[in-house]
């Protein structure tokens, strides 16, 4: 059973920059898309961002398409999630997951493996 761990989350002024990294325990994340994926209070988790295994190919929501980055580092293990001008309404606990497949997914079935989360919040 492979182990995701998100880190960087925090604090912010809205138009603020946040960089959040996920790694794994144990086995790597090989040739396998990594999404993101937030939950709000009170809502649903919902699609963010998902990356390719090869870091070519990336989708993103609409909400945040032009100031999240998704990028990964196959050497090092680690996929990250630039998120740049933030507002106060993306305020979530912020997960990552491993994809079924090579395939970046955007739905809640494409992937398994999902971590522990960590804290985003946007001050206005």
């Known amino acids: 059973q492979m182990q995701l761990v998100e880190s960087g989350g925090g604090l912010v002024q809205a138009g603020g920059s946040l960089r959040l990294s996920c790694t794994t325990s144990?086995?790597?994340?090989?040739?396998?898309?990594v999404g993101w994926r937030r939950q709000a209070p009170g809502k649903e988790r919902e699609f963010v961002a998902t990356?390719?295994?090869?870091?070519?190919?990336?989708y993103y929501s609409d909400s945040v398409k032009g100031r999240f980055t998704i990028s990964r580092d196959n050497a090092k293990n680690i996929v990250y999630l630039q998120m740049n001008t933030l507002k106060p309404e993306d305020t979530a606990v912020y997960y990552c997951?491993?994809?079924?497949?090579?395939?970046?997914?955007?739905?809640?079935?494409?992937?398994?493996?999902w971590g522990q989360g960590t804290q985003v919040t946007v001050s206005s």
């Open positions: 997951a491993v994809g079924n497949s090579w395939y970046p997914g955007t739905i809640e079935s494409d992937f398994r493996s």
């Open positions: 144990g086995r790597t994340f090989g040739s396998y898309a």
């Open positions: 990356i390719d295994w090869s870091g070519a190919n990336t």
